[in-house]
């Protein structure tokens, strides 16, 4: 082979595929924006539907904008009887990331307006889909604990409606505080793993039903949105918080990766997980014993890893590290975390398919070649 080796961006690390409007992360100094405001303002002052819209239409919404964009989502929270079949069925057994992909799939087949390719449809549908996807894994967790569908309630904002049709009754303020802020920090995070696949899938003019659904199943690994899952186990596993400094040390002197730390593009604190800390310090005196402990885990295991690995190797805790604990704070059960995080980056996967779709250009990279050429085929019964 005569052909010049080019150069491979292995896991397209520092490739640009596009231009975007929707969100900059600055993963040097730890800094993350959606459309522009950055996400420390978003979480202290918005609210997810605001957030949603910002991302989808790419401005801030004056009341009624946001009043008819609310009206909008509530109407479409209602699960038609094949999708509340699938989860009924096999929510007891089935891994909750699974169930959503396969219904968020199932969702276009009751969608008139599926195929259609226009922006406007593509906003409804949108719109459809960030509503219908908390439905989903409200009622995925309902149904996990043998519970049955509760009917949304129209009355409620979109992450209480969540919380209602999960529980079957009104949120705290214990528990609300916790999803919304979630909701707001895992909605965007510009060209992550699942975002590209979203991108990818759409950008061969699939329809966005097909486009988030590679999506999710992107999410659901441990790399990417599975981490707070693992993260949770991780601190689980070691039990007692007197145990986490010698648990990590030999994790790391066994090579492993402790989950919920280190980042593609932050090398610096995830300002995300610096907003979910602070909110864990915040109710630590009045948190139940399961999170009292869950938290000092999480701190002592943050301190030696800062000290360890931040500063010398760019390695800081990332979104997923203390999410275990802020949930179960809420009484959210591990299993939904994953696809809670996909409830959420829902207004983020539409907001860049439809902007890539302005501009479409199919996702197509290349790969080296390293195997063999011209082989002599010989024919089964000589092999
Ligand atoms: N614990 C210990 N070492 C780590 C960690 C970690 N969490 N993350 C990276 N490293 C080390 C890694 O072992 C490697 O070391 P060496 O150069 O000695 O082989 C070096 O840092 C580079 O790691 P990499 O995996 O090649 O880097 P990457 O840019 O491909 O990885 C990452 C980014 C997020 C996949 C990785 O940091 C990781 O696996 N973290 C744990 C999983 C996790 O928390 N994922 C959630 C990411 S944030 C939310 C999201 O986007 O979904």
């Not at 409007?21 to 002052?45: F, M, Q, W």
């Not at 895992?186 to 992550?192: F, G, R, V, W």
Request: glycine residues 8%; aromatic residues 10%.
């Amino acid at each position: 082979m005569d052909e010049q080796k080019p150069t491979i961006s292995v896991g397209l690390q520092g490739v640009y595929i596009t231009e975007t409007k929707i969100c900059k992360v600055d993963g040097n100094v730890g800094r993350l924006y959606y459309r522009g405001y950055a996400i420390d303002a978003l979480a202290k002052n918005s609210n997810y539907e605001e957030v949603a819209y910002l991302l989808i239409y790419g401005n801030l919404p004056k009341a009624a904008e946001l009043e008819a964009f609310r009206q909008q989502l509530k109407e479409e929270r209602d699960l038609p009887d094949f999708i509340t079949d699938i989860i009924a069925k096999n929510a007891e057994k089935a891994d909750p990331m699974d169930i959503l992909r396969t219904c968020v799939s199932a969702l276009s087949m009751s969608d008139s307006y599926a195929a259609d390719q226009s922006e406007a449809a593509n906003f409804k549908k949108a719109i459809r889909l960030i509503s219908k996807i908390s439905s989903i894994v409200a009622t995925i967790g309902r149904c996990r604990d043998g519970g049955d569908y509760v009917e949304p309630n129209k009355s409620l904002g979109h992450t209480e409606n969540f919380i209602y049709m999960l529980k079957g009754r009104d949120p705290t303020p214990q528990e609300l505080k916790p999803v919304e802020m979630m909701y707001i920090l895992q909605a965007e995070h510009s060209s992550n793993a699942s975002t590209f696949s979203t991108l990818v899938t759409g950008s061969t003019l699939a329809d966005i039903y097909s486009a988030v659904t590679a999506g999710i199943a992107t999410l659901k690994g441990p790399l990417h949105g599975g981490a707070d899952e693992e993260a949770l186990r991780m601190m689980y596993a070691i039990g007692d918080p007197s145990n986490t400094e010698q648990y990590i040390e030999d994790a790391l002197a066994g090579k492993k990766k402790i989950m919920g730390f280190g980042h593609r593009v932050y090398k610096a604190y995830d300002p995300r997980a610096k907003i979910i800390k602070e909110y864990l310090l915040s109710i630590q005196n009045n948190s139940s014993d399961e999170v009292a402990g869950l938290t000092e885990i999480a701190l002592r295991a943050e301190k030696l890893m800062v000290d360890k690995l931040g500063q010398s190797r760019g390695i800081w805790p990332n979104v997923d590290f203390f999410a275990g604990p802020v949930y179960r704070s809420a009484g959210i059960e591990i299993e939904l975390f994953t696809p809670l995080f996909a409830a959420s980056r829902i207004a983020g996967w539409c907001a860049h398919m439809i902007e890539y779709w302005r501009d479409n250009k199919l996702i197509r990279p290349l790969e080296y070649y390293t195997g063999g050429l011209d082989l002599n085929y010989i024919p089964i019964a000589n092999r």
